[in-house]
């Protein structure tokens, strides 16, 4: 959207006259810019297949990833039966009735599957020396963020209102923010002086213990996120003391009547408590508290790998990071900075200022990450090992060393 300040300021005045008229008091232009966030600003959601396509093309990576993670705890030979593997169909989300070894077989490039004709031995599959070699470049990428980690961690508890998050709920989103599968029994006691694990009070007697994560430290040197790391970038970059000019960016496809831009421009005006200072005295239906509720999702994307998450893992945290009962409805409506689709079995909300078009001639434009993280390079290395279809077809990109960040 390409605002007018001029313009708008003029527009603003029309309604403000218009609301006198109806004999309606507000004591500024945020309370009418609150009124009409809440009730009268609803914007249709919009398909956008640059952003579905990614969903689509992921169906069958998952289940590459999951069966190699599953590999890769059989230590140390890398390989397991048939057998061992269907008993782990419910978490591999294999569909229908098909069977493994015809799945396995499907990419010869990263699976090798061992048929033995002798009586009692079952077949048994291991992964090929090219996918050997991205496995051993994904490790040695987690073992050197271990301070990554950490960081994102902290940022997390820093957010939530009681400085405490349950782990059962952060393990919800692990895989996202790149933790490892066990860090409830390692990463979380190696640092004592960050993170204390504490009892939860609010377990029902006779019911699983849910431990909580405490925060031991605040750090003002993290309570800073990132679009605002961006903000100061780009400030000193130009070597100006000036604010940077708003910018509002929507797609195309969305058109928005003038009461409604103005009604934009003025909410990303407001002023409103960070992800990491105290919001409780917020009004849950002010459009401050849902500014806030905006630059929360904002920071728990950016710090996800692949700058997204699904909507139902984000409403695992709403009474912590204090979001509405309809945080869904709230991400629908800025689309200037998100997209939700529905394309899989949920929903799943993108940040959209990471993302950028990538056009190929002959071929749609698709959406791919600006700055990708080094185990997102690894699983599009995955990916490409799943287009050979011949075991002796030429592989290329798979084996180049992976840089950490």
């Not at 692990?174 to 860090?183: C, S």
Request: include cysteine; hydrophobic fraction near 40%.
């Amino acid at each position: 959207l390409n605002f007018f300040p001029g313009d708008l300021e003029s527009y603003g005045v029309l309604l403000l006259v218009r609301v006198e008229k109806n004999k309606c008091r507000c004591a500024s232009q945020n309370v009418l810019v609150s009124s009409m966030c809440a009730g009268n600003m609803r914007l249709r959601r919009i398909k956008e297949r640059d952003y579905d396509n990614i969903i689509e093309r992921e169906k069958k990576l998952k289940i590459v990833l999951r069966i190699k993670d599953i590999l890769l705890k059989q230590q140390p030979e890398w390989s397991m039966t048939l057998l061992e593997l269907g008993k782990n169909r419910d978490d591999i989300g294999l569909p229908g009735k098909k069977r493994f070894i015809a799945f396995l077989k499907t990419f010869p490039a990263i699976f090798q599957v061992v048929e033995l004709r002798e009586p009692g031995l079952l077949p048994w599959f291991h992964l090929t020396p090219e996918a050997e070699a991205i496995c051993r470049q994904e490790c040695t990428i987690r073992e050197q963020m271990q301070d990554e980690l950490i960081v994102k961690l902290r940022k997390l508890l820093m957010m939530s209102s009681t400085r405490k998050l349950s782990l059962a709920k952060i393990a919800h989103i692990a895989k996202d923010l790149g933790l490892p599968a066990d860090f409830r029994k390692g990463l979380v006691y190696e640092y004592p002086q960050y993170f204390r694990v504490v009892k939860n009070p609010d377990t029902f007697p006779g019911c699983e213990e849910d431990p909580l994560l405490e925060l031991v430290e605040w750090s003002e040197q993290l309570a800073v996120t990132a679009a605002d790391k961006k903000l100061q970038q780009c400030m000193q970059e130009s070597s100006s003391e000036v604010m940077a000019r708003l910018e509002i960016r929507l797609p195309k496809r969305y058109r928005l009547s003038n009461k409604d831009k103005w009604v934009v421009y003025k909410f990303h005006e407001l002023e409103a408590p960070t992800p990491y200072e105290d919001a409780s005295k917020l009004h849950p239906a002010s459009a401050e508290a849902e500014k806030r509720a905006v630059l929360t999702v904002q920071e728990v994307l950016s710090l996800t790998l692949e700058k997204r998450i699904l909507v139902d893992h984000l409403t695992h945290f709403r009474k912590e990071f204090k979001f509405s009962n309809q945080l869904r409805g709230m991400i629908i409506r800025h689309p200037e900075h998100f997209y939700v689709s529905r394309k899989g079995a949920r929903d799943t909300v993108f940040l959209r200022d990471e993302f950028e078009g990538m056009h190929v001639p002959g071929q749609r434009q698709d959406c791919v990450l600006r700055d990708k993280h080094p185990l997102v390079l690894v699983k599009e290395k995955f990916a490409t090992l799943m287009q050979v279809k011949q075991r002796n077809a030429p592989v290329t990109d798979v084996q180049t060393p992976v840089t950490g960040s």
